[in-house]
Every structure is written in C-alpha cells, then in structure tokens.
C-alpha cells in the first residue's frame, strides 16, 4: 500500500514575441510527501481530438474515438506540479511508476492495464517508436515537458493502428509545432528539494512558409537516497517548409543523462536508515540522437499522404562493482500513410492505408568478474496495415481493420550458446463500434488482437548470471472492451470502461532472471470524473481496479507482480488569482 500526497504552484511562463527577452519565470513546487506514484486524472472530456492513424496529422474529436483515452493538453502540462515526463504519465487514470530513485529519472518499469513486469505499452513520439529494443520500456527523461504539446493515453489493444507492441495500450506524444507568429521565445527554471533544479527554453517563429522550433532543458538532484543523483540534459528542433509538393518537417532530438540507482536494501538496512544505498548501486549513462523527416501533402479534398523517415542511436552504459555492461541500440526505417475520404451512399468514410520497415541492432557486452560476453539481437521488420472508419448513421460509426507484420532476427548469444536466425508473422485485427448517444456523450465496444514480439533483452542475455531464451515465442492478446463518457454537462464530467484481455504466451521473468511464456488474464474496469464547480476551482477523481494472474504454468493463479489492484488518484486546482494555478494532489495505491 502507498500514499501520496503533493502540492504546488505554477505561475506562467512569459512569452516574448519578435525576439528574445532575457526574462524567467520561476516555479516552485513544493511539498513532496513520500517518493513514489504522484497523481493527478486531467479530464479527458474537454474539446480535444485524438489521432486518428500512426502519423500524427490525421484526427478525430474525442467524443468518436472508440476506446478509453485520456488527452493530456498543452495548459493542463503547464498547470501540472509535475516535474518530468514519468511524474505527468503517474497522475494519469491507471497508470503506475515504479521509480526508486524518485523524480521519473531513466527509463523506470511502469504499470499499464496490467502490464508492469514486462512492457506492453506502445510508446511513440511524433508517431517515432522510442520503446527501447533491449527492455521494452523507454527514457522518459529524454523528453522535455516544455517541448510537449500534448500526451494522448489510449488504453487497449491497438497494434492495428499503432503497431506491434501496443497490447496494453498507446502513450502517444505529440510535440510542439512552431508558433504562428513572427520569432518569439521564453526561459524558465523550476526548483524544489532533494537538490532539484531545472532550466528550459523554447524558441518558436514562422515567417512566409518556413517555421522553426527549438526547445531544451537541462536538470539535476541529488535524491532523496545516497547514490540517487541525476543530471541530464536534451534538446528538440523541428524546422519545417511548405512547398508546393507538400510539408516537409526535420526532426532532431538529443538526449544525454547520467545517473545513479541505489540498490535493494534487506528488511533490517531499511531499517537502520533507509536513505542508504544497498551493498551495489549502480550508475550509468545514455546517450540518443533521434532523426526523421516527416512528409505531409493534401492531394485534394479526399487524399492526404503522410511520410516519415528515421534513424536513432541510442548508446548506454552502465556500471556497478559487479560487472560493467555497455550497450549499442541503433535504428532506421520509414513509415509511409494515405488517408482517402468519401461519402458512399451519403455516408462519411475514411480509408487508412499503410506500410512500415523497421531496421533494429542491438549489442550488448558484459565485462565482470564472472567472465566476458556479448550479444546480438538484430531484427528486421516489414509491416502492412488497413483501417476504416464508416458512419453507420450520423451517430454510429463502425472502425474495423488489420495489421501484418513480418519479422526476421538474428541472435547470437553465449548462455546458453546459441547462434541462428527466427521468424515470426503477425496478424492484429481490431473492430470497433461507437455511438453517440447524447450531446459529448458516447459509449463503445470494441475487439481487438495485438501482439508483442519478445524484445532483445527477453530472449538473449550477455550476463552469464542468467539464462537465454532464444525459444520465446511473441505475446498474442485478445481483449474486449466496452465503455461509456459523457462531457454532456458543464459542472460534471465522467467516463467508465470495463476490459477483459485474454494473453496467450505472455513473457514474464522467473526469480532466476530469465524470460519464459505463459497465459496470463488482465482484466479491470476505470472510472473517472471531472468536476468544474467554479470558474476558479476545478477537481479531478479517477479510480482503476486491475486483475492480472496467470491461468497456467508454475505460477497458475497467482498474480503478477508489480501490478497494483487498485489506484486511487484525485487533484484540486486551485486559481485564487488571474495566471496562478495552486494544486494539491493525493494517490492511495494497493
């Protein structure tokens, strides 16, 4: 069990329009209460839309997207106390951190719809995967929040779309855009205890048909336990052109960040004092550079076309007095997308085709007292997809489609030996209806098919501590989902989902450190409300109960570990006066 409680204060960031003025806006955010799980449920009710399709051009209101989502908006980020990325996602409805070292630094496990010990959750940024290919999970602090435009949480089933991955559900984020406006910029800093500080800019401008912008930040502290200690840093530009032929937008994203990780301590350290670091903490350090170039066209009316080619490097290393484990994660690819719109017999429709390569290397070497090793998990990925969205009525629309992947690998691993080439082949099927019922009110049912492929740290290992599995076969997830919103009236919003995911071959680690498949049921029901009982307050409440336990193997009927039951999450926004925002935040988790 655990509680949280939070409480902070945002004063705006000053925006300096024509040319930069040196001015900062300084936020203090105070008053956290026991590291750990930081809530908050912003509504997902108001006008917002959500994307439609894996790039992130095409859109619908969110009143007619068919699944449970939670829309994270621009102001509500500015508004949030929230100091990272991973600390904005926990006060999200259903969503878990299990952070150890506190201000959502690194890539830490999360919990998402029942996903905790191993990923399941589809990550994307600017419709990029950024899911690290060794565990699954991703570098949350690679991302600034000052360079975010907003967050969309689609929970559920959603590799036809999404891709391979999604079993769980979609984070996806969509960055800043420049402003439409001549060049302008701001500078803020924010400051708290346990040594935190943090400073950020952005620089945005458009003028004729060329637009800019360039956003940044750079962080440290100490923590709150000995060998605790964060610093990184990470920058975004997006320089963008419309051309006769189209849009075209380079994206560039560098991150760097180097940290500590106190290690586990025994019932009696804790004890002793539990600000101790254990008998071997461990430090590291990352290094990414994320590159793409995004096309987007508007053929006419009916057709738009989208278009993304990318390459990332992602380099880490990571030491501790047992062993020192280097690892090399680079990547490329492109994703091309149509979108075709017509009116058969009267009825709107929308066509989305697709396909998609993906080129993944990793290589990891271990060098520890127990001997030296290396590793290689090398994949290549062809994808296909089809979707389409048909107004049944003007009230009832049906969204049905698939997705093919075709994946081949290539594993060269020493524990045990084994040197060859696998081959999986994916179908991800989903179907959908949504009605709208009433004014900003709908309810849905939707089935649906994902996979996830076992990442290269599931299936091979370089630590001669722990054993390969080269045999793992991908996770397949069957899930069905109905659920309810309505944002019908001003003073109160609400939305309810119920799910069940039967999970054939899920990958879970056993206490050995390996990686094996058995059939797993996730299932569980959210709620959420939304209350505006004043222009100058408003409140959120959400609650998500969650049930995921094997159904066969060693562990039959046991449930999975890291995986809360239940969350409870609730926040209070207080405006006393005109651009102040107090907001006092409270989670109980078990």
């Not at 925006?15 to 806006?25: E, F």
């Not at 346990?194 to 950020?200: A, K, P, R, S, V």
């Not at 001997?371 to 994808?383: P, Q, Y």
């Not at 222009?535 to 336990?549: I, R």
């Amino acid at each position: 069990m655990k509680y949280t409680v939070k409480a902070g204060v945002k004063t705006p960031v000053f925006l300096l329009t024509n040319w930069i003025a040196p001015s900062v806006a300084s936020t203090l955010a105070a008053l956290s209460v026991v590291a750990g799980a930081e809530p908050n449920s912003p509504s997902v009710l108001r006008e917002i839309v959500v994307t439609a399709a894996r790039l992130p051009d095409g859109t619908i209101p969110l009143n007619e997207f068919p699944a449970s989502v939670t829309v994270v908006t621009r102001e509500q980020i500015a508004q949030s106390p929230a100091f990272s990325l991973t600390e904005l996602l926990r006060q999200q409805l259903g969503f878990s951190s299990l952070d150890t070292a506190g201000f959502g630094s690194g890539a830490p496990q999360f919990s998402f719809r029942g996903y905790a010990d191993k990923a399941g959750t589809l990550v994307l940024v600017d419709g990029l995967k950024i899911n690290d290919f060794g565990g699954g999970f991703f570098s949350a602090s690679s991302i600034p929040l000052s360079a975010i435009e907003r967050v969309e949480m689609i929970r559920g089933g959603a590799s036809t779309t999404y891709g391979e991955g999604a079993a769980g559900g979609v984070i996806n984020i969509i960055t800043k855009k420049a402003d439409n406006r001549p060049l302008a910029g701001s500078i803020g800093a924010s400051v708290g205890n346990l040594g935190y500080n943090q400073n950020n800019f952005t620089l945005s401008g458009n003028k004729d048909n060329f637009s800019l912008l360039l956003a940044g930040s750079r962080g440290e502290r100490t923590g709150w336990r000995d060998n605790s200690a964060f610093r990184g840093r990470n920058f975004l530009a997006k320089p963008s052109v419309e051309t006769p032929i189209g849009r075209f937008t380079l994206g560039y994203q560098f991150s760097d960040e180097q940290s500590e990780a106190p290690a586990n301590l025994t019932p009696a350290e804790f004890a002793a004092n539990p600000r101790q670091s254990g008998t071997t903490p461990v430090s590291g350090e990352q290094e990414i550079h994320r590159g793409w170039l995004d096309y987007h066209h508007l053929l006419n009316d009916a057709w738009t076309v989208n278009g993304k080619v990318f390459a990332t490097k992602d380099d880490a290393r990571s030491h501790s007095r047992l062993a020192t484990v280097l690892t090399s994660q680079p990547s490329y690819g492109l994703t091309l997308q149509t979108d075709y719109k017509t009116q058969p017999f009267g009825h709107e429709n929308t066509l989305t085709l697709g396909g998609e390569y993906v080129r993944q290397d990793f290589t990891q070497i271990v060098l520890s007292a127990f001997g030296n090793s290396t590793t290689i998990h090398d994949s290549t990925t062809f994808s296909l997809f089809a979707q389409d969205a048909f107004k049944l009525t003007p009230k009832l629309t049906f969204t049905g489609g698939t997705r093919f992947d075709h994946r081949r690998s290539f594993l060269s691993v020493p524990f045990p030996a084994f040197t060859g080439s696998k081959k999986n082949e994916l179908w991800s099927p989903k179907g959908s209806l949504n009605y709208e019922f009433a004014k900003k009110s709908s309810a849905w049912v939707s089935l649906s098919q994902a996979y996830r492929l076992p990442s290269a740290s599931d299936a091979v290992s370089a630590d001669p501590r722990y054993a390969s599995n080269p045999s793992l076969v991908p996770l397949n997830a069957r899930t069905i989902e109905v659920g309810m919103r309505s944002g019908r009236f001003e003073l109160i919003g609400a939305s309810l989902s119920a799910y069940r995911s039967s999970v054939k071959d899920d990958i879970y680690s056993d206490p050995t450190g390996s990686s094996k498949n058995a059939n797993v049921v996730r299932q569980g029901a959210e709620l959420a409300f939304d209350l505006h009982p004043a222009k100058w307050m408003d409140c959120d409440v959400s609650t998500a109960y969650t049930d995921a336990h094997f159904t066969n193997g060693l562990y039959q009927g046991q449930r999975q570990v890291l995986v809360p039951d239940w969350e409870i999450k609730g926040g209070v926004n207080l405006r006393p006066v005109h651009g102040w925002t107090w907001r006092v935040e409270a989670s109980h988790l078990t």
